[in-house]
């Protein structure tokens, strides 16, 4: 057993009188069940085929601190740091817990609840096991064993909600290597709009493990427009799912952009279960330094007459290392289905690494399914166009790097967070002349 598997178990059984719902069996239970089956998986390794790419042996050799001490939330100054201001309807987290002090609620429409899931793990009359029993990824499991807090979002029918919600996830420098477990369920109901952006931010200095899962569940003709940013310390690591199932005629849109961290790895699954469901997955990584940033997706047409979507590109630089699997899996008698998948990745220096994979498993022959996946170095004629121009090599560089990334980008139609994510793109992109690629000196 690893270091970390040997002490987490440890402290769930120290713990299991303190979590969140302990005196509600029905939750206690639950966390059994899920503590049991992340014992049996174990931590992934390079053996397991969905992580041959990716060794997280830095996590598996940590023994982390599942309750760490509470951070003083209050004297934060959230103007003093660099994150996108875009909604007067505000959730902050720090450290895994609410913050009272640093949320803002105003203009929430009596139509949309937003509760803590702490408060609903200790309400007896509140039934989560079904969310508590998702096992199917180690991660997934271990977040149901050790939850604490989150928010439960449930959108009523008809609804539509204008403003976007931010749910904000902040990590503070800590004595110990603590992990960090929270989760986010948006239940959007028939006919109803939403947008959710939802942000993993650390503080310099800030280390140790963050856990999320996010559950996105799109009723019939809804459409439920999710944004994920993870910009983490590089001394921090982050293991994030989330998990999106849309019913007849509901359509759900997710754009996941990965900058810090020094391990990241993001699974997103999607399944369409009604027919006229569709989805589209949108994704960027810039990996530079040692950062490693692994993106898994899997959509399944469960289904006939639906559709899907995926437009995925990676940067990485310097001894950076970026990673991609993608699989759109058919389900027999699922006919009509169109999935088309892309991922483009962009290679910068001679010590960084790309490896992507796209997957088709199509059990129905009435399809119509497409992938492409490349890895190569910018453009020598777009290159060799600018610099005639007399646009020196490093601007050059920065500027069609940024168009490479921006154009994943451009896909949000909130103005302010597409600017804050364009502006994190050229800040990025602006450091990418200091490792000069072979042919572009």
Sequence with gaps: MSKFAENLAAQFHALAGELPGAANAQVADARKRAFEQFSVAGVPNLKVEDWKYTDISAIRDTAYTARPEPAAAATLDLDSVDLPVFTPLRIVFVDGRYSAALSTLRELPDSVAIDRLADLLADETTDLTAHLDRHDAPFVALNSAFVADGVHMTVADGCECATPIHILFINTPAAEQQLTTVRLIVDAGRNSRCTVVETHFSLPGASGLTNALTELEADDGSTITHYRVQTDDAGSHHI?????????EARIET???AFGGGITRIDVNADLTGNGASVALNGLFMADGHQHIDHHTRIRHLVGNTH???NYKGIADGNGRGVFNGKIYVAENAQKIEALQSSKNLLLSDGAEIDTKPELEI?????KCAHGATVGQLDENAFFYLRSRGVDRHTARSILTFAFAADIAAGITIDALREWIERRIRERTHATGINEIDGHE
């Design 240 to 248: 994030g799912n989330v998990t999106a199932t849309a019913t007849q």
């Design 255 to 257: 754009y996941s952009f």
């Design 308 to 310: 899907s979507s995926e």
């Design 363 to 367: 059990y129905a022959d009435d399809v």
